[in-house]
């Protein structure tokens, strides 16, 4: 189930949404999801990350989003 949460994320991207529309939208009242962005910079690089119920997290970055 969180690929297809990373899937509906990648594929709002793709039609031009922006992070707070995708968290709006998307992540804030999904069930799996079980807390507010949290900010990381890491090597220089900011990075937004969103734990999920099972320990995994959805990370968005310049990179757009991926799972960790």
Not at 17 to 41: C, K, N
Not at 48 to 53: D, G, K, Q, R, Y
Request: glycine share 8%; hydrophobic share 40%.
């Amino acid at each position: 189930m969180p690929d297809n949460l990373l899937q509906s994320c990648i594929a709002a991207k793709r039609n031009g949404a922006d992070f707070p529309t995708v968290w709006q939208t998307i992540l804030r009242g999904h069930p799996l999801v079980i807390g507010p962005p949290v900010q990381r910079l890491d090597e220089g690089v900011a990075s937004l990350e969103i734990s999920l119920i099972n320990g995994q997290r959805i990370v968005h970055d310049q990179n757009g989003y991926r799972l960790a």
